[in-house]
Nanobody
Framework: QVQLVESGGGLVQAGDSLRLSCAAS????????MGWFRQAPGKKREFVAA????????YYADSVKGRFAVSRDNSENMVFLQMNSLKPDDTAVYFC?????????????????WGQGTPVTVSA
């Protein structure tokens, strides 16, 4: 059974940092690119960051570039999102997702597996 389980969300103040984790199981994790998406209340889900299967390359949305960092540990089937200098606009539910191909990595509809999400709230 495929599972993606996010953790690490919470309530923080603007300028603080959070590290999200996502534990993967039930599929060939090391063959999949991993992405992070977020969905704010009343808004569409949007791409945040992605990492290639071997962790060698990453890609970020402009809104988080320079503040967020995505990484993975293939020995533990984990992917992480380090979020620094958080802003109120970063408030959302954050999801990790898995996709076998790198092409189209920013498009949520192309992902194969999804987690249930972890909420992040950033107060001003």
């Amino acid at each position: 059974q495929v599972q993606l389980v996010e953790s690490g969300g919470g309530l923080v103040q603007a300028g603080d940092s959070l590290r999200l984790s996502c534990a993967a199981s039930g599929f060939s994790y090391s063959r999949f690119a991993m992405g992070w998406f977020r969905q704010a209340p009343g808004k569409k889900r949007e791409f945040v960051a992605a990492v290639t299967p071997n962790g060698g390359s990453t890609y970020y949305a402009d809104s988080v570039k320079g503040r967020f960092a995505v990484s993975r540990d293939n020995s533990e089937n984990m992917v992480f999102l380090q979020m620094n200098s958080l802003k109120p606009d970063d408030t959302a539910v954050y999801f990790c997702a898995a996709r076998q191909q790198w092409v189209g990595i920013t498009r949520d509809v192309l992902y194969d597996y999804w987690g249930q999400g972890t909420p992040v709230t950033v107060s001003a």
